[in-house]
């Protein structure tokens, strides 16, 4: 993407905005498997079958608080690895709704996009004029992503330190412009939301 600089100022402009006008006030980390497939087509096989795993940290803040109710913004940075397929490294934001259960259950779903660099797992090789190929060097491409995500979470300390189980579905483009221009991947969350107080 030739518009990977102004992107990534872009984000990076915004993060400041926000953290300016709205406090950052937690940090996340989770490990994350996932499977390529349609929305929703392989659910049961983030828990049953092969494990592509991964690591996804995070901060963010709310936009509007109620008893019940939260509108939310995250910035996220993660790692996958997905065996055969490809390397990935998001780095993207959501913004969602939480519905509080009780004083220490809650549900949500969010909506995201950000940027995605992805690094093929195996070697490229590159066909030249004499009929050869030369091997090439595997910086990666930048893509685009937009994500959807629903997803519990629970108190488990007096410090407001929440576990946390999402399931998202992201889109990749384009993948392969020739024949696979987006491609959709299951991922299951697990982790830790801690609560901090920025200055």
Do not use: C
């Not at 600089?5 to 490990?31: E, G, M, N, T």
């Not at 488990?156 to 384009?174: D, E, H, M, V």
């Amino acid at each position: 993407m030739k518009q990977f600089p102004i992107f990534i100022f872009l984000v990076s402009f915004s993060l400041i905005v926000f953290s300016q006008k709205h406090k950052l006030d937690r940090i996340s980390i989770a490990i994350t498997t996932l499977h390529t497939d349609l929305p929703f087509g392989s659910f049961g096989k983030l828990f049953t079958e092969e494990f592509h795993p991964g690591i996804e940290i995070g901060t963010g803040f709310n936009w509007k608080i109620k008893p019940k109710h939260e509108w939310f913004e995250t910035f996220k940075l993660g790692y996958s690895y997905q065996r055969f397929v490809q390397h990935t490294i998001p780095f993207y934001s959501e913004f969602g709704y939480r519905h509080n259960f009780l004083k220490t259950f809650a549900a949500n779903v969010a909506l995201g996009a950000g940027y995605l660099h992805a690094i093929s797992a195996e070697k490229v090789f590159k066909l030249e004029k004499d009929g050869t190929y030369k091997k090439k060097t595997n910086v990666g491409r930048s893509q685009a992503m937009a994500s959807f995500s629903v997803g519990i979470d629970g108190k488990i300390s007096s410090s407001g330190a929440k576990l946390f189980l999402n399931y998202q579905q992201r889109l990749q483009f384009p993948f392969i412009r020739s024949y696979v221009p987006l491609l959709p991947t299951n991922m299951m969350m697990l982790g830790v939301k801690f609560p901090f107080k920025s200055k």
